[in-house]
């Protein structure tokens, strides 16, 4: 009997980008895990919480920790953000809610996003077929709050990518959830040094832990109609899907 | 301190003027020396820990400490004055310029002193008034503001220095650096030699001894502090530390944090007036400690900000500040620290889109030396404004939320979206939404949604 693995696949992974999903689906069974994905999750409330509706933020932030307070063995997430989200933001905005600190603390610590799992159960990466130039951006919240930076790049270079440096690697690209609209000059122009940071380092594709920094990014590069394109880390690890 | 525009309007005012290359070059090299001085520094993180221990007690016992340093400084003859606010800071220092019949001042860089307008004060009040810290020179006679914490004209090159001497300075244009620091030189030390006053800041005040430390880089602060016969120094409430050794390890982490030195060239310990056996220092040194919504803040839920120990890390860190300078703040406290700051001293109603200006990307909090929990802290701010927010956000998000805390309904509504997913463009891309999200698509595409979601492939999967 294999242990079992919650995944918290992300509201944009579940509704823009169901492929990151089910490439997190294959890299965790590649790690030896069963895959479980608890049905009624939706999103971790992270946009309201960042924009300040705290109360909005708090209701998503309970209804995630009820559905994955009663599952068992780690909760894998696809992005970085999400992740930071339920171990450190989730337990802030509920301690005051006696009923749900505890609950709050155990899917934090039981919360690992996807490189940072597959790392610590030492998961060694299978080669995968790319003749592409593969390029990482370091999103925030998982570089500062979580530390991700060499776990999803040792794994590109042991599944053998051809990875170039990124230059400011670990600059925020501008989109910072409600901020991107809110915002929007500055937003794109700090998206814009970004994308002269990826166009300065001769990669192919840029690929990250997160999509909503991916969705940002790429849009900007399509609406470029340059060649460049985004991937999420897993896809690039699972390779070609079944 | 009111600005007419939002921040938004300010910089879109600053993109089409054109943000001063300058700005982007000198954040990115003094993020790059302070990186080395910290990895060159083994204690770092340790002396990073004890700092904010050091400041966290001190604003614990915030009243405690101001009463002993108040004690000491009145036995060595220094006279202490507590300012509710910038009018009565103000109105101290110029009754007393003018009852000591002073002409002339000099000052040494000071953020407070820019908080409660205080060169504007003085020269209503007939005292001419020059800034002797190079940076705040050149900003002082161009009439311009401060656009950094640490480095006042950081949005200059040298180019538009040597412009600015030649033409107020009545001097020959030069663009060589060591020449135009020698004419600033030249002009600057007739005025120490001359002035009646010296006003500082204080960069800390030890409680225990009385001691009022000041750190510079040119020298000046001494000199502005020793040859007047007036000292003036004016300091934040919150500026103390308990002990001297406290002392020693807040120098270590400021000038490594502020410059990536590992002490500044000149840290000045004043303490007291000239007592009648030392040959040289001021007759008088008063304190001027400055409360000006500093109280409240030290009440409310932002207290933590006033750890801050006003070393500019933060600013270069910043990838906002990065692209759009200091002016665009619109504050004389900039940055990251300065969306905080900026709308706990003078009023978060009118500054309260400041804390929406961030991505929340973190790069201030690993800056600082005392480890403040900006995002922490703007998310907080953002929560008390939230009313501010657009109605399209505003219900957007209710709905989002209603949705949300709902799983069946969210799979119905979300199988739904992936309807679309299906009328979209065949790359998967729009490149607008009508009447949607302008915000988004006037430089970047929308992916389509994809027409199934992965909750619906799941379930399917394992049917």
Known sequence: ?242 | MTSQLTFRGRIQEAFTAGVPVAIETATRSRYQRRLAAAAAFPEMEATRDRARDIRSEALRNLDAYLGQFVDVTTERGGVVFFAADAAEANEYITELANAENVRRVVKVKSMVTEEIRLNTALEHAGVEVVETDLGEFIVQLAGETPSHIISPVLHKNRYDVAELFAAELGVEYTDDPAELNDIARKHLRERFLNADMGISGVNFAVAEDGAIALVTNEGNGRLSTTAPRVHVAVMGMERIVPTRADLAVLLEVLARSATGQKLSVYSNIVSGPRRAHEPDGPDQLHVVIVDNGRSATLGSSVAEILLCIRCGACLDACPVYRHVGGHAYGSVYPGPIGKVVTPSLFGLEEWHDLPAASSLCGACQDACPVRIDIPRLLVDLREQTVGHASRSIRTGLAAYSRLATRPRLFRLATRAVALFGRLWSQDGWLRRLPFLLPAWTRRREVPAPATQTFNDWWRKRGA
């Open chain 1, 1 to 242: 009997m294999t242990e079992p693995v919650q995944l918290f696949v992300t509201c944009l992974v579940n509704s823009l980008y169901p492929d990151v999903g089910k490439a997190t689906v294959r890299l965790v069974e590649q790690a030896g895990f069963r895959a479980e994905f608890p049905l009624d999750q939706t999103c971790c409330g992270q946009p309201a919480y960042n924009g300040g509706f705290a109360k909005e933020a708090a209701a998503m932030a309970r209804q995630t920790v009820d559905v994955l307070d009663e599952t068992e063995g780690p909760i894998v997430v696809p992005s970085g953000s999400c992740a930071a989200m339920l171990t450190h933001h989730i337990p802030d905005l509920v301690k005051d809610d006696d009923s749900y600190v505890a609950a709050a603390r155990r899917v934090a610590n039981r919360t690992r996003e996807l490189t940072q799992f597959l790392v610590e159960v030492g998961h060694k990466a299978a080669p995968v077929e790319c003749d592409e130039r593969v390029t990482y951006h370091a999103s925030c919240h998982g570089l500062r709050w979580l530390q991700i930076l060499e776990q999803p790049k040792s794994l590109l270079d042991e599944a053998g990518v051809t990875r170039v440096d990124l230059p400011g690697e670990d600059e925020c690209c501008g989109f910072g959830g409600l901020f991107a609209l809110k915002m929007p000059e500055l937003s794109t122009a700090m998206m814009d040094t970004k994308i002269a940071n990826i166009e300065a380092s001769g990669a192919d594709v840029v690929v990250g832990v997160d999509v909503s920094c991916l969705m940002h990014i790429g849009g900007g590069l399509r609406r470029r109609a340059g060649a460049i394109r985004t991937k999420h880390v897993a896809e690039v690890l699972a390779g070609e899907s079944e």
